[in-house]
């Protein structure tokens, strides 16, 4: 057995980068592991083989993502060089809601909705 933080540090270093990340951003939404964990296990590790993508996910990671495609859809944004606000909350009026992304400085935002919030 090992802990979430650990298990999220051995996928960054041997899994693809999409992933990991997405391993990463779930262990954070579930709260099995936090930020400040995973830099400890970075710590530890010191310079280790793999370091540099743990410190990737790491850096990267965000536990506001509710779903894989949700992970994958801002790790290519980000990709494209854009930064994004995960989770933005729009209001229009009285109503409130939440979209997946904001693309940051824009009025973009962007959601990823697959099978699984419509019961398939």
Partial sequence: MVTAEWAVADCARILPRRDALIVADAAL???KCTAADLEVVIGVLGRAKGIGRVRWISANADGRSESPGETWTR??????GYEVECQF????GTDRRRIDLLIAGTK???????LLKYGE
Avoid: A, N, R
């Avoid at 790790?75 to 494209?80: G, H, I």
């Avoid at 909350?89 to 229009?92: E, F, L, P, Q, S």
């Avoid at 973009?108 to 697959?114: I, N, P, Q, R, T």
């Fill in 29 to 31: 939404h579930f709260g």
């Fill in 89 to 92: 909350t729009v209001i229009d």
């Fill in 108 to 114: 973009v935002g962007l959601e990823f909705d697959g």
């Fill in 75 to 80: 790790m290519v944004v980000k990709d494209l």
